[in-house]
Structure formats: C-alpha cells, structure tokens
C-alpha cells in the first residue's frame, strides 16, 4: 500500500491535500518533533521572553538574555567590544587634553 508519510495514499487523496503538500507537512512535523526531543525537561519554548539557543549538538535551551537585550544589538555593523574600546579610548584621550590645557 503506498503511503505519504504514516498517511495511506487513499486517505490523503480524500482529504483533497496534494501529495507535494503533504510531504511537506510530514518534513515539518519531524523538525517539530525533534525541537521537542532536543529541548529536554525545559520544554521546546524558552519562558517569559528569554532567547532560544542550542549547543553544537543542535540541544535546545533558554539563554540568559531576553529579546528585548538581543533587540539593541539590531543594526550593529561590526564588533561592538571594538567600538566600546574605541569609545574608551577617546573618552581618555579627550580627559587627558581637557585637564592638561587647565
């Protein structure tokens, strides 16, 4: 008997679902399925409003950082330890100037 995923090919014919759409909904619902097996005894969604992250083993778990933290980052163009570094630097420097004219 020839099947779409665990759905026999009939069945799938009656629900009027075309066999393209189908077998795409089965690829999604393996990748849901394993989120849920690699996110452990936390759930697949991190609470409140943390980050979702994952380990190199694809592990899924809450970061420490909320959306709204990561948010600030949007629209950095290059390293931001270099700028904070940057701004240190010039911060002194301008400090330095200042009090040796006084």
Do not use: C, H
Not at 69 to 75: A, R
């Amino acid at each position: 008997m020839a099947t779409i995923g665990p759905i026999p090919l009939d069945e799938v014919e009656k629900l009027g679902w075309s066999r393209t759409f189908i077998g795409w909904f089965f690829r999604l619902l393996a990748v849901v399925e394993n989120l849920a097996e690699n996110a452990g005894a936390s759930g697949v969604f991190p609470s409140g409003n943390r980050v979702m992250i994952s380990d190199v083993t694809g592990k899924l778990s809450e970061s420490s950082i909320t959306t709204t933290e990561l948010n600030y980052l949007d629209g950095a163009t290059s390293n931001l330890q270099t700028q904070l570094t940057t701004l240190d630097n010039t911060t002194e420097e301008l400090k330095r100037r200042l009090f040796m004219q006084g």
